[in-house]
């Protein structure tokens, strides 16, 4: 009886233990390390950065991007990926624009946001999910397609005029420094955590991203799954464009130039393997907030814009290579 109960108080001490020991090996972890110095070095590279205002305007340099980056996080780790998000954001905005010459109001706007964001994420679910095309060729088709739409329609224009209601979309705060936006980013993260760490259709994707075929006999609908993950890519760019083009007041076919390159980036820094299968919510959500926090650092000591693109590409080789250097030393060693 003594025994019992002693065996049975050990197992929760050692299971915490356990836990314990993965958070502090966990990827996450380190990366919230990272995040943590790179705050404390902007605190002593300007003194303007801890002002509450200009914090709140940082969390403008990665929550659009991070909306996206969560659905781009399935993609991924389903063993596909979607190049054209930034595009898709162009052409989206280009519609509103054009609806807002028409004399459209705010609810037509966001309506007309998710239509295109969903056609465009069914387009490219298509060709990838039913026809079997690479997800690398098709996106970098639509890429070039989507945008090549803005540019035929505006030119070297620029739309505006959007009403006074819209603007609160990108520019509105719900509380004190609190924006919109960063309201919009803490409720896509808990809903894209559950949808990934807490359902049947996460951990579909997951086994989908290690072995499709295996997915497959095992009874997953491979197809279907992947087609709403490019859906839900779609919808998330409409929802960042709306942000974005909110906040700017105006469409120009330019929008949004390069960003597929930072929100790859910032999936594969919050440790989501390149090539499918594992990865993490929480994860992504650090490395928007740590990208962010570098990107709006380098902005207060007046870097030039083409230094931070050069040091996120940098980043991107990094974050892919550093693993395959780690795994082929250990088989080196082990050897």
Not at 14 to 38: N, T
Not at 105 to 129: E, H, Y
Not at 234 to 253: I, Q
Request: glycine share 10%.
């Amino acid at each position: 009886m003594n025994s019992d109960n002693t065996t049975q108080s050990n197992v929760i001490p050692d299971r915490l233990r356990s836990r314990f020991v993965r958070l502090i090996g966990s990827w996450e972890f380190l990366l919230l390390g990272v995040g943590i110095l790179i705050f404390i070095f902007n605190t002593q590279a300007s003194p303007y950065f801890l002002d509450p205002w200009n914090l709140s305007d940082a969390t403008f340099n990665f929550t659009e991007k991070a909306m996206i980056a969560f659905a781009m996080a399935l993609v991924i780790i389903s063993g596909e990926i979607d190049l054209s998000v930034a595009s898709i954001i162009a052409l989206v905005s280009t519609c509103m624009g054009f609806a807002v010459q028409l004399g459209v109001d705010t609810p037509g706007l966001l309506f007309i946001a998710l239509i295109v964001g969903v056609a465009c994420g069914a387009f490219n679910g298509f060709l990838v999910a039913i026809l079997g095309l690479p997800s690398i060729v098709v996106t970098i088709g639509t890429l070039s397609l989507f945008r090549g739409i803005a540019y035929i329609v505006l030119g070297d224009k620029a739309y505006s005029g959007y009403p006074e209601s819209f603007a609160f979309f990108g520019q509105g705060y719900v509380w004190w420094v609190i924006t919109f936006e960063i309201v919009l980013f803490i409720v896509f993260a808990a809903l894209f955590y559950v949808l990934l760490h807490r359902t049947s259709f996460g951990r579909s994707t997951v086994a989908i991203g290690n072995n499709p075929t295996a997915a497959l006999f095992s009874g997953i609908r491979v197809a279907r799954v992947k087609f709403i993950l490019f859906v839900l890519t779609g919808v998330m760019s409409a929802v960042a464009a709306v942000c974005l083009t909110s906040r700017l007041g105006s469409t120009r076919p330019s929008i949004a130039v390069g960003w597929e390159l930072e929100i790859v980036t910032m999936v594969v820094l919050g440790g989501v393997n390149i090539l499918g299968g594992s990865g993490t919510i929480p994860g992504v959500v650090i490395a928007a907030v740590v990208m962010g926090m570098v990107t709006f650092g380098l902005g207060l000591l007046n870097v030039p814009g083409i230094v931070m693109s050069i040091f996120i590409g940098l980043l991107l080789i990094g974050v892919i290579a550093l693993p395959i250097i780690i795994q082929r030393a250990r088989s080196r060693v082990n050897a």
